[in-house]
């Protein structure tokens, strides 16, 4: 498998891929609550603030993982599909969350240090998940 082949590979619309969607967006949002919550701020106190921070990234994911391949049947089939996939669409993802985190409509900014945060701990999220849910969706 070449990563570059790996883009504009056809979702494959299952339930299967629907539970891994399920699951990328708890790991998502996880993400953003563990990221907030390292920043002294309390997703509970604060859920505005947490929705506003996990909006862009969650954009971002709708209109990238598809077409990156993250719900081709390669991307749950093994452990390593799950993770060429997983890191072509996060890589993606992380470069447009941040750009829609920059504009007007959403708090924060961005910054080559935030975005390198957001790509490698974004990755530990997600890539454990993805492993996971190849190896489950095989039993």
Do not use: N
């Amino acid at each position: 498998m070449r990563v570059l082949g790996v883009i504009g590979t056809r979702p494959d619309v299952s339930v299967e891929s629907a539970k891994v969607a399920a699951g990328d967006v708890a790991v998502l949002a996880l993400f953003v609550v563990v990221g907030e919550s390292f920043h002294s701020i309390s997703p509970l106190s604060f859920p505005w603030l947490a929705l506003d921070t996990f909006l862009p990234f969650f954009i971002a994911w709708v209109l990238l993982a598809p077409v990156s391949g993250a719900y081709g049947r390669d991307a749950r089939s093994s452990a390593r599909g799950a993770v060429v996939h997983g890191t072509v669409a996060w890589s993606l993802v992380s470069l447009l969350g941040q750009a829609i985190r920059a504009s007007p409509y959403f708090h924060g900014g961005t910054g080559v240090e935030f975005f390198v945060v957001t790509l490698v701990t974004g990755m530990l999220f997600l890539l454990p998940w993805r492993i996971a849910a190849s190896r489950w969706l095989k039993s």
